[in-house]
């Protein structure tokens, strides 16, 4: 097994919704023992602690979008952060809401640009989060991620994104809430969507297979942004947006371990863990494992699929 240098990096964003309490995730991770579960497959982990955003003028939340100028402060730092870590080793975004993703892809893709390589991202969530600002009928903005980095428009005042992601590049499994204006979007797009029904009649395994060879074949690097609703709220209560049906603890372990075979991710985010509304830190423990999986953990070392 490669060995990596993991860069834990806090993003206690917690304004990209109404709901709080996302800001309590980093620091739940942290007692769930990521360090130390990475540090057991013999990576070596640097903990940068948590960062907080740039300077902002306060929010008036006059509007229908909620806290856009504390996002808009997340996004221009993650990004910043983001871009540099990559230099370093692999970046695990440990959050705070999915508005997080607005800076951490915007940060890898352009680290990716600079080494002349493709970014993919693989976008494992219940929803599409693939709103602009004038789409959105909640005003949250962690649901306008995707729109932001594969180069939607409306995203006023938010920094420029120098390098979109390919909408070819962007595969989303586990979708099961999708709001009209999202779906006609994505109709008239190129983004892979696969939903529950799609992996209840066909498997998780042969769309990750295929994406993770188009990945390989473009020599592209992989971001894997990880929501807790991808799992079903019955082993992952911790989100205040819960869908019944998501995928089960043994479906997300098969696609964590097949991420780690391929060889393929070079960041990871872990996002929308909300501590306040956990059991016993089931859920915290739960991504830990997820996130180990990824980078190493199996029950039976076996052979892997190479993929270079």
């Not at 932001?148 to 938010?158: M, S």
């Not at 395994?205 to 390989?216: K, T």
């Not at 075979?261 to 990871?268: E, F, V």
Request: hydrophobic share 35%; glycine share 10%.
């Amino acid at each position: 097994m490669t060995k990596q240098h993991c860069i834990l990096i806090g993003a206690p964003v917690d304004s990209g919704k109404r709901r709080v309490g996302c800001l309590m995730g980093p620091d739940a991770y942290r007692t769930a023992g990521i360090r130390q579960a990475l540090q057991s497959l013999g990576h070596s982990v640097e903990d940068m602690g948590n960062l907080s955003p740039d300077p902002y003028p306060a929010d008036d939340n006059d509007g229908l979008l909620h806290a856009p100028n504390e996002t808009i402060a997340w996004t221009s730092r993650l990004a910043s952060v983001a871009e540099d870590a990559m230099e370093r080793g692999l970046p695990v975004f440990l959050g705070g809401d999915h508005s997080l993703s607005l800076g951490s892809v915007v940060g890898v893709a352009n680290h990716a640009a600079r080494q002349n390589r493709p970014q993919f991202v693989l976008w494992l969530d219940a929803h599409t989060d693939f709103h602009t600002p004038k789409t959105t009928d909640s005003g949250n903005l962690h649901g306008t991620p995707v729109g932001y980095f594969t180069g939607r428009k409306d995203f006023d005042g938010f920094p420029d994104v120098p390098n979109p992601v390919p909408q070819e590049n962007v595969c989303m499994i586990g979708l099961r809430s999708v709001d009209t204006e999202e779906r006609l979007a994505l109709e008239g797009s190129v983004i892979r969507t696969h939903d529950m029904r799609d992996i209840d009649e066909n498997g998780i395994a042969g769309p990750l297979n295929r994406f993770l060879e188009q990945v390989a074949a473009a020599n592209g690097m992989l971001h894997v942004s990880l929501d807790v609703d991808f799992l079903d709220p019955s082993v992952a209560p911790a989100v205040g947006t819960t869908v019944p049906g998501g995928a089960t603890v043994r479906e997300a372990h098969l696609v964590c371990e097949m991420l780690h075979d391929s060889g393929l991710m070079t960041s990871l985010d872990l996002v929308e863990l909300n501590p306040f509304l956990d059991e016993r830190g089931r859920t915290a423990h739960l991504m830990v494992d997820l996130c180990a999986s990824a980078l190493g953990r199996r029950v039976f070392d076996r052979p892997t699929r190479s993929y270079r």
